[in-house]
């Protein structure tokens, strides 16, 4: 390769770099992160949350992503899973949401993301930021919070 091409393949990638670098600065990206606490005492639940809305200027996207680590799976069986979901309560303590269900391994380890691109949000959701100051539960199926935090606001 001659120092020309090469000087011309700089100058096209940092191009491409800079071009990425503006379309991000074009979004507003506001959320939302810390630890789940247990519900219960000397319990071994523990978590973590990330709540995120970007805005550009055609579209927002509204992000939920939820950790969580030593869930009571005790009983689960291949057809009776355990099951688990995700809440967002409003600061008022109204409106409870349903997001959806982790998926859960056998060790009680569970993964959840809700993104807007790709489902739907509950019935009477149109976005995250109404639950600004409120609190993200993790919730068993008998609806029991076994993780909760409070968040911040966004």
Same mark, same amino acid.
Do not use: E, Y
């Given at each position: 390769m001659t120092s020309r091409n090469w000087i011309s393949t700089v100058a096209v990638a940092a191009t491409l770099c800079v071009g990425a670098t503006v379309a991000n600065a074009r979004a507003t990206i506001t959320g939302t992160r810390g630890q789940l606490n247990a519900t219960a005492r000397n319990a071994s639940e523990a978590g973590r949350y990330k709540l995120t809305e970007i805005t550009r200027s055609r579209a927002t996207v509204d992000r939920i992503e939820a950790e969580a680590r030593g869930l009571n799976v005790a009983g689960a069986t291949r057809g009776n899973r355990p099951a688990f979901?995700?809440?967002?309560?409003?600061?008022? +303590?109204?409106?409870?949401?349903?997001? +959806?269900?982790?998926?859960? =391994?056998?060790? +009680? =380890?569970?993964?959840?993301?809700?993104?807007?691109?790709?489902?739907?949000?509950?019935?009477?959701?149109?976005?995250?930021?109404?639950y600004s100051g409120g609190t993200i539960e993790v919730r068993d199926a008998s609806n029991s919070a076994v993780l909760a935090a409070t968040l911040g606001t966004f």
């Open positions: 979901n995700v809440f967002l309560i409003k600061s008022d +303590g109204t409106g409870a949401a349903d997001f +959806g269900a982790m998926r859960v =391994n056998r060790q +009680g =380890n569970a993964a959840f993301v809700f993104d807007s691109r790709r489902a739907s949000f509950p019935s009477g959701v149109t976005t995250i930021t109404d």
